[in-house]
Nanobody
Framework: QVQLVESGGGLVQAGGSLRLSCAASGSIFGIMGWYRQAPGKQRELVARIARSGSANYVDSVKGRFTISRDNAKNTVYLQMNSLKAEDTAVYFC??????????WGQGTQVTVSS
């Protein structure tokens, strides 16, 4: 059974940092990533990373967020620096197997106070 367990969300002041973690189990994953959904908005891709380490980001977080992964631990991380109020959202971990099955974590709240 596949499980994605997120941790690391919370409340931080603007300009601060948070690190999200997502521990996956039950399969081997190709692409892993983070999405976010703010109130009243659609879920959007924040960043994703292949097993090779190749990553891409949404323009609004480039230079501030860094995605990384530990393949041995089946864990993906999102280091978020210089946080802004507009980064406030529920952040969801996402993982895709090599057979293209997609799984989601339960979400973790990130709130940035201005």
């Amino acid at each position: 059974q596949v499980q994605l367990v997120e941790s690391g969300g919370g409340l931080v002041q603007a300009g601060g940092s948070l690190r999200l973690s997502c521990a996956a189990s039950g399969s081997i994953f190709g692409i892993m990533g983070w999405y976010r959904q703010a109130p009243g908005k659609q879920r959007e891709l924040v960043a994703r990373i292949a097993r090779s380490g190749s990553a891409n980001y949404v323009d609004s977080v480039k230079g501030r967020f860094t995605i990384s992964r530990d393949n041995a631990k089946n864990t993906v991380y999102l280091q978020m620096n210089s946080l802004k109020a507009e980064d406030t959202a529920v952040y969801f971990c996402n993982a895709e197997t090599f057979l293209r099955s997609v799984y989601w974590g339960q979400g973790t709240q990130v709130t940035v106070s201005s």
